[in-house]
């Protein structure tokens, strides 16, 4: 009965807890806890949870160490990891993509339009990304990779290779 308790207490926090903290930032009482926003949502994987800013969907294939620090965002595409696939922290996961002002007129969209789609990252199998690296949309990391501390990624990156770097460079082939 104890155990039935724990359970569905712990479940009835995670779903009140962002009203929760939106109340508490109403009335100006100071939380260690993350914000959420407008496009914002959890989701869970085994015991993790964390949050996910947009829409679109993160597709985590078996097991992923992901820490609470990750930041996802899905507004222009979805986010595929791989299987045994480790994430450091505060690492940025980007699909969000803003128009600029050429693709905003030949697409006749307004200024700073967000696209919803076509900015997909997909993680392979077995893939190291280390703390602090930021990976921009339209890219594909190959499997057995390994993203340097504060890389940040904007091309595609092959199998077995190291990038490192600000635009991310290989620096060795595995």
Not at 78 to 98: A, F, P, S, W
Not at 128 to 133: C, K, L, Q, V
Request: glycine residues 10%.
């Amino acid at each position: 009965m104890r155990r039935y308790l724990k359970k569905a207490l712990k479940n009835f926090l995670l779903i009140f807890e962002p009203m929760v903290l939106r109340i508490a930032e109403f009335y100006g009482i100071q939380t260690e806890r993350q914000r959420y926003g407008v496009h914002d949502r959890i989701i869970r994987h085994g015991d993790n949870r964390f949050v996910v800013h947009g829409m679109n969907d993160v597709i985590l294939e078996g097991d992923i160490a992901i820490p609470k620090s990750v930041y996802f965002n899905t507004r222009s595409g979805d986010i595929r990891i791989g299987r045994n696939t480790i994430l450091g922290e505060n690492v940025m996961l980007l699909t969000g993509k803003h128009l600029n002002i050429a693709e905003a007129k030949s697409q006749n969209l307004p200024f700073q339009h967000v696209p919803p789609k076509g900015r997909d990252i997909v993680i392979g199998r077995g893939c190291w990304i280390a703390s602090g690296s930021i990976i921009i949309g339209g890219v594909t990391i190959g499997d057995y990779s390994v993203v340097a501390a504060g890389a940040v990624v904007a091309k595609d990156v092959p199998e077995r290779v190291i990038v490192a770097g600000m635009p991310a460079d290989i620096i060795k082939r595995l």
